[in-house]
């Protein structure tokens, strides 16, 4: 294997493979040259069943090979064919394994064309510094229109898939058609003039400029300055749906919202319509299954209170058996609690027995202390008896009532003191004079004093 210097090129003296020479030409190729615009007649079409195209484009003074992959070809807006003038846009590059110089081409298009994107190019560039297109000027759709415009051509396949498309999402949704030519000369005018028509009138509140695809000739109307104008002075939102999704006009830059296709534009104005078509749909099935649930909780609730409504007969049975059930087991309960209490109660005897004292011998005891006891209790009470008799008798020496029944008498002084002496008293004092039985009052006529 050969080594390469810094620039990825072999040095002098080096010798390279024939690929490493081919793979060195294409990098140099597809460097020096990008994608670029080549214009000439085709001729050699081929056309293998892998789907690829092989042709060369030639002019007066040479050719060039050509090669389109499927997944090109397949967009290309027209069916090549020997012998047309076409544009290609390609990229410069060589095939390793022939060594063979051809381009890969992108895209094409009609030779002519070029002039026509330089158009277009300077009408979008002037439109664009007056501010057609700018974003602060874009109106919002409306959600749900009253009814839709649509500029168009009554023969075009566009208006029946926009018709198709509002049968399908907003089938109630009222449509204004407003035809015009869409291609070819005069074009231009009509769209713009029915726009006009459609804006004056008052009749819609969203306008759709549809036609469908076609090659850059077929939508040049949609690419001139009276049209862009018209759909800037509309007084009502505009939708472009002109062309295929690749494409994009002037019309599209100066409508307030531009749809990749003609039926885009009939969704993107009947979205509120079918966005609340599908909320109800999610809200419908949404009832549907609460009230579902609802149901079923409401069921299941009147079967558990269905299982306490029995009828009064069914029920008095249903409490009778319980009653009866409750008075055996109350029954066998209190029968095994008196047997379990008669059992403690035996055990208890048992015990009671086993531990009783013998009292025959303190009862003889006992009987003898009280024997006693009776006999003290006689002697001392006869010894109480004698003593009180005695005392009874000194006292009755000793009561004053006693000794004046013998003859004697007391003598009180005025004053109700005793009279012990005579020295008490004065001649004319009145003394009470008490006797064993009665008293009576006397007066002193006369004193004697005697000594000790």
Not at 234 to 239: F, L, R
């Amino acid at each position: 294997m050969s080594e390469e210097n810094d620039h990825g090129r072999p040095s002098r003296e080096e010798v390279v493979s024939v690929s490493q020479l081919n793979r060195l030409a294409r990098e140099a190729l597809e460097s020096r040259f990008p994608l670029l615009w080549v214009g000439g007649e085709v001729s050699n079409l081929r056309r293998p069943a892998s789907g690829h195209l092989y042709f060369a484009l030639k002019d007066a003074g040479a050719q060039v090979d050509c090669v389109m992959f499927r997944g090109r070809a397949q967009l290309t807006p027209f069916r090549l064919e020997d012998g047309m003038r076409v544009e290609a846009r390609a990229l410069v590059t060589l095939y390793e394994a022939r060594g063979g110089f051809q381009l890969n081409v992108e895209a094409l298009r009609h030779a002519g064309i070029g002039a026509l994107f330089e158009a277009f190019a300077r009408l979008r560039e002037r439109l664009q510094r007056e501010g057609l297109f700018d974003a602060q000027r874009k109106r919002p759709l409306p959600r749900f229109p009253a009814r839709v415009g649509i500029v168009t051509s009554l023969q075009a396949a566009a208006l029946r898939d926009i018709l198709a498309a509002f049968r399908r999402r907003a089938p109630r949704l009222p449509l204004m058609i407003f035809p015009a030519l869409v291609q070819g000369e005069g074009a231009a005018a009509a769209i713009a003039d029915a726009i006009g028509v459609a804006g004056s009138r008052g009749d819609c509140d969203l306008l759709i400029v549809a036609r469908g695809g076609g090659s850059i000739e077929d939508l040049w109307a949609f690419n001139e300055e009276v049209v862009a104008r018209a759909i800037a002075a509309c007084p009502v939102p505009v939708i472009s749906g002109v062309g295929h999704e690749s494409d994009t006009t002037i019309a599209d830059l100066a409508a307030d919202c531009r749809a990749a296709t003609p039926t885009a534009a009939a969704e993107l104005a009947s979205a509120g319509f079918f966005e609340a078509r599908g909320e109800l749909q999610r809200l419908a099935a949404a009832l549907h299954s609460a009230m579902r649930r609802l149901l079923q909780a409401r069921m299941q609730r009147l079967d558990l209170l269905s299982r306490g409504l029995v009828r009064p007969g069914e029920r008095l049975s249903r409490l009778r058996a319980e009653t009866a059930h409750l008075a055996s087991r109350l029954a066998a309960a209190l029968r095994r609690r008196a047997g379990e209490r008669a059992a403690a109660l035996q055990k208890l005897q048992s015990r009671l027995r086993l531990g009783r004292p013998d009292l025959r011998h303190p009862r003889l005891e006992l009987d003898g202390l009280a024997a006693r006891l009776r006999a003290a209790l006689a002697a001392g009470f006869a010894s109480r008896a004698q003593r009180l008799e005695s005392l009874t008798a000194s006292l009755g020496h000793l009561d004053p009532q006693a000794v004046l029944r013998r003859g004697f008498s007391l003598v009180r002084a005025p004053d109700g003191t005793i009279v012990r002496s005579s020295a008490q008293l004065a001649e004319g004092d009145v003394v009470r004079l008490s006797f064993g039985s009665g008293s009576a009052e006397s007066r002193i006529v006369g004193l004697a004093h005697e000594e000790n």
